[in-house]
């Protein structure tokens, strides 16, 4: 028992001064600051993307820890980034251009806080009825069960721009506010006669629904179209892009731009140094979906951009040559 008492003596000796040490490091470790991505929905590209971005620059930027969180995506990452519950996230370019400006659905609540950090995919404007449907164009949707999108997502409000273009609001079909996960599984099953989408092409969704359903997509030809809504760009979807569809189809794009706030509480250095860990590392995030690989690009890092950069991208971006366009100086930097 003396033994016991003596060894045990002795461990205390060894051991306490070794967890006081730890202690003694951790608090003079500098705090870290967690900060979370918006991007969206499981099912597409944007998800993956954010939570790979998010791993990077918690690998690359000292001090910041980065989670990506799915999320209904443009206006509840816009509402969430200018109250300041997100450091980063993603919008799409209409929406952005609206809520910075203060038009449409955001007269009320102008977000001229937003700054871009860089472009990221395409998002189509997508329509799909069954390849025996009488809908021949959005006019033909009069009295019918539309999918629209989630109530308040920004696939909903280009749902709605569409129709308004056309003359059409929602008293005038029977919209259905559900995702477009569901919107497929709608259509395959008869419950609704068509629905409009925001989403990239050949998405998980959107293969699923064409490779085991026939079906058709409406066209958008028309040049006044692109003339009321100039954040949307004309895209000729090719023939054979999806099972059935052997035609070319145009639809009306937009850049997903991802986007912070002057209430992100990042500094000008911070965002300087998750925009380079991003660019500087993309083989740990490119690869993530076909759709970020091809078309999430350094070199078109600017392009189609509706909301002025934030000081710490216009800083990495300068140092990397790139020409800064003047709408794309913030005011703060004027």
């Not at 329509?127 to 999108?149: E, H, M, Q, W």
């Not at 050949?202 to 066209?219: E, F, G, H, Q, Y």
Request: aromatic content about 8%.
């Amino acid at each position: 028992m003396k033994k016991l008492f003596v060894l045990f003596a002795v461990l205390s000796i060894v051991v306490v001064p070794v967890f006081a040490q730890g202690g003694a490091e951790s608090a003079t470790q500098p705090a870290v600051k967690r900060i979370s991505i918006g991007t969206a929905g499981t099912a597409g590209s944007l998800y993956p993307m954010g939570v790979a971005m998010s791993e990077t620059i918690t690998k690359h930027v000292p001090g910041i820890a980065s989670t990506g969180e799915a999320t209904a995506a443009s206006v509840e990452n816009v509402r969430n980034l200018t109250s300041g519950k997100l450091a980063m996230g993603i919008s799409q370019s209409d929406i952005a251009w609206l809520a910075y400006n203060g038009q449409g659905d955001f007269e009320k609540r102008k977000a001229d806080d937003l700054r871009s950090l860089f472009s990221t995919i395409y998002s189509y404007i997508q329509v799909f009825t069954l390849a025996d449907s009488p809908i021949d164009g959005i006019s033909d949707f009069k009295g019918k069960a539309i999918g629209v999108g989630a109530a308040g997502s920004g696939g909903e409000m280009a749902a709605r721009m569409i129709l308004n273009f056309y003359g059409l609001t929602y008293n005038d079909i029977r919209p259905q506010f559900i995702p477009e996960s569901e919107a497929v599984t709608a259509l395959k099953d008869n419950k609704i006669a068509a629905f409009i989408c925001t989403h990239p092409l050949k998405s998980a969704a959107l293969m699923d629904l064409t490779t085991s359903t026939k079906v058709k997509m409406i066209s958008f030809t028309d040049d006044a179209l692109y003339s009321a809504y100039p954040f949307w760009t004309r895209y000729e979807i090719p023939a054979g892009t999806y099972t059935n569809v052997d035609v070319p189809v145009t639809v009306p794009i937009s850049r997903v731009i991802m986007l912070t706030s002057t209430k992100s509480g990042l500094t000008d250095d911070e965002v300087y140094n998750i925009v380079k860990a991003i660019w500087e590392n993309r083989n740990e995030w490119a690869s993530v979906t076909a759709a970020v690989s091809s078309q999430v690009l350094l070199d078109t890092a600017l392009s189609e951009i509706p909301v002025p950069l934030h000081p710490g991208a216009l800083r990495y971006f300068k140092e990397k040559g790139f020409d800064i366009p003047a709408s794309l100086i913030p005011p703060e930097a004027k």
